[in-house]
């Protein structure tokens, strides 16, 4: 990453670089990958933590619609793209096709964290408006792929298509209520506010996410 950065380069770009390298399709030096795999994943939701605490719940309202335009262009896109070009080009069939452009939908919010925290640019409006369409896109990208495994039941039921987008949808709706609304009512009993800052309250929000995401630690 620093011989990245040396040569104008972000020094995620090196850092994937190197790991391309190292990993098993080249020099194959990794000794115990699963472990390293599962390392990955605890640094991925540190990473996703990190995107919520940096978002500025204010800004974010005064952006409003503007950051769902620019998840839905966001998704939308890749999508359409993918699996026309898959369908059309490639010649595969049309789930496959679908599969494909699922795959390119959602957006990496660990990447965009990452570049815009070097360019200085996160607590800007722009930087705000990334963010928080990064995080929807990848709530639709999630929908886009249960999708996909639904698909593949025979017979296709209606259940199949509902249940991931109400439960999807649902859940959203439910932690950002919270976040919006509960959150700051929550952070203002003084027990709360008084470990607010505190390793104690990191850890706990931590291990949160690890239970919502079901990493076996």
Known sequence: GKLAVKAKIPSLVGEMVVGMV?????????????????VGEVGLLLLVLEAGLEVD??????????????????????????TALA?????????????VGASLAPTSMAIALNILKV????HT????????????DDVVALILLSMVKALQNDPL??????????SSAAFTLAI????????????KIPVIKKH???????????????????VPL
Do not use: H, Y
Request: charged residues 10%; proline residues 7%.
């Open 119 to 122: 360019g200085k640019q996160l």
């Open 157 to 166: 039921s209606p259940t199949d298509f509902v249940i991931p987008i109400a």
């Open 176 to 187: 950002g209520g919270f976040a919006v609304v509960g959150m700051p009512r929550l952070m």
């Open 22 to 38: 190292l990993g098993p399709e080249l020099l194959n030096v990794v000794p115990f990958p699963l472990a390293l795999t599962l």
């Open 196 to 214: 607010s800052e505190s390793e104690t309250f990191v850890n706990i929000a931590f291990f949160t996410l690890v239970r919502i995401a079901n």
């Open 125 to 136: 409006p722009c930087g705000q408006l990334i963010i928080a369409a990064a995080v929807i």
């Open 57 to 82: 719940l204010a800004m974010l309202k005064q952006i409003g619609g503007k950051g769902l335009v620019v998840a839905a262009v966001g998704s939308a896109l890749p999508l359409g793209i993918g």
């Open 87 to 99: 369908f059309w080009v490639a010649r595969i069939d049309i789930i496959e096709a679908f599969a």
